[in-house]
């Protein structure tokens, strides 16, 4: 099992950048995958982005809502993964989560849905001014 700590949230100006951080702890190796997602109020959670660790590779995806602007990285010992995020607009507010999942899929479309993963951290809130 892992633990997740999310930091780096707060409050930017529209057309600005933050960068998010999870930082994990535990049985960090058996982590396949890392994604994070984001919750505004009165919204169903959204899958932003996910890195994933295979014997093909590093996996990165991004909902299309963020591409282009959110870069997802991580270590591979997967101790800590970053969310660098530019050009922000309001509607990327939001409180921002990390969760960790120990399952493999080779379709990317697993990794977008909250079931996929076993643990989460307790979020980050970042809130973009107009």
């Known amino acids: 099992q892992v633990q997740l700590v999310e930091s780096g949230g707060g409050l930017v100006q529209a057309g600005g950048s933050l960068n998010l951080s999870c930082a994990a702890s535990?049985?960090?190796?058996?982590?396949?995958?890392i994604g994070w997602f984001r919750q505004a109020p009165g919204k169903e959670r959204e899958w932003v982005s996910t890195?994933?660790?295979?014997?093909?590779?590093?996996?990165?995806y991004y909902a299309d809502s963020v591409k282009g602007r959110f870069t997802i990285s991580g270590d591979n010992g997967r101790t800590t993964v970053y969310l660098q995020m530019s050009s922000l607009t309001p509607h990327d507010t939001a409180a921002y989560y990390c969760?960790?999942?120990?399952?493999?899929?080779?379709?990317?479309?697993?990794?977008?849905?909250?079931?996929?993963?076993?643990?989460w951290g307790q979020g980050t809130q970042v809130t973009v001014s107009s």
């Open positions: 969760a960790a999942t120990t399952l493999f899929y080779k379709i990317a479309d697993y990794y977008k849905t909250s079931r996929t993963y076993s643990v």
């Open positions: 890195i994933t660790w295979s014997a093909w590779g590093v996996g990165k």
């Open positions: 535990g049985r960090t190796l058996s982590t396949v995958g």
